[in-house]
């Protein structure tokens, strides 16, 4: 199983472009999450998508994060425009979580943003 | 939300126990106690959870106070790769919110050689 893949691994852009963030979860989780963390705030949930649908997305931001899980193999972060301040390392976790379950997450290598 | 204490920083030798602490004095009847730790440049990585009973496994064992308000994970040989930032973390059994990792500032263990 190759596990959470995320790319790009790193990303360097300039204020105000477009960035989007990448994500596979692991074939058959039907929970999947995005994670920020910064050195200030640590890691904070961003967005919860369970079985493609968006449940929880109070931790995004503001409305220039969007985030979208267009099937379940697939699921993209955008930043548009892009901040200095979103400069941080964005995770994408997948589980399998039957409704009303806890079950464990698992991570990504995570995508280092820099926003200059 | 229940909320966890936990050491910032803690030291071992390499090859002996280490024992990491927890406070959770307001957990309630249905949280899980879970443990996630994060390597340096990696995603946090599952290592263990329970509810009442100590668990063991292949990577930890977890010992959980009768009371509820505390509990230990404990490494019983560490090594240079368990150097990393240990995650207490209180999680609901079902309901609303229940999928949600709320992870604090853990506790930042350091392996000596």
């Known amino acids: 199983d190759a596990g959470v893949i995320q790319s790009p691994r790193h990303e360097v852009t300039e204020m105000g472009q477009e960035v989007t963030l990448r994500c596979k979860p692991i074939?058959?989780?039907?929970?999947l999450f995005w994670y920020r963390q910064t050195m200030m705030r640590g890691l904070e949930l961003l967005i919860y998508?369970?079985?493609?649908?968006?449940?929880?997305d109070s931790g995004m931001p503001e409305d220039r994060f969007s985030a979208k899980m267009p099937n379940a193999s697939f699921s993209t972060l955008k930043i548009q425009p892009s901040e200095p301040r979103d400069s941080a390392v964005y995770f994408c976790?997948?589980?399998?979580?039957?409704?009303?379950?806890?079950?464990?997450?698992?991570f990504g290598p995570g995508t280092r943003l820099t926003v200059l | 939300d229940a909320k966890t204490t936990q050491p910032n920083s803690m030291e071992s030798n390499e090859e002996e126990p280490v024992h990491l602490p927890c406070n959770h004095s307001?957990?309630?009847?249905?949280?899980?106690i879970h443990w996630y730790r994060q390597l340096p440049s990696q995603g946090p990585e599952y290592v263990i959870h329970?509810?009442?009973s100590n668990v063991n496994n292949r990577m930890a064992s977890l010992a959980i106070a009768e009371d509820r308000k505390s509990s230990t994970l404990i490494l019983h040989r560490a090594t240079l790769r368990d150097a990393a930032v240990y995650y207490c973390?209180?999680?609901?059994?079902?309901?609303?919110?229940?999928?949600?990792?709320?992870f604090g500032k853990g506790t930042k263990l350091s392996v000596i050689p």
């Open positions: 976790a997948s589980s399998l979580e039957p409704p009303g379950r806890a079950w464990e997450q698992f």
């Open positions: 074939s058959g989780h039907n929970s």
């Open positions: 998508f369970n079985n493609n649908v968006p449940i929880d």
């Open positions: 307001t957990i309630s009847g249905t949280d899980y």
């Open positions: 329970g509810l009442t």
């Open positions: 973390i209180l999680r609901g059994d079902s309901g609303a919110g229940s999928y949600q990792l709320t």
